[in-house]
């Protein structure tokens, strides 16, 4: 059993043991059998450039800058949890499973 305090930027994803989903917490004691991950709420800055082209032909590089970083309800943390933490992906697709007929 530990006692774990997340940072100011930061949320603990506890699952496991006695959790149905995902629990978010900013302290929490995470007993055997569970699994906790610190979830870093900074927002992150992807930058590209797309090469298109006008409708005269004319050929340009369009910069796009898109930020991902969750919102502060209760809803947008949890979807963000559950979609960047690795910890909730099912066995199934983690590997590959074959069937023989």
Partial sequence: MRYRV????????????????????????????????????????????????SAEKLPFVLPAVFTIGPRDKKESLMKYAKLISPMTSSPTTSRNISMSW
């Fill in 6 to 53: 997340a940072n100011a930027s930061e949320y603990l994803a506890i699952t496991g043991y006695g959790i149905n989903d995902i629990k978010l917490a900013k302290k929490a004691w995470v007993m055997p059998g569970q699994s906790c991950t610190v979830l870093e709420l900074t927002p992150v800055n992807y930058t590209f450039e797309v090469q298109a082209m």
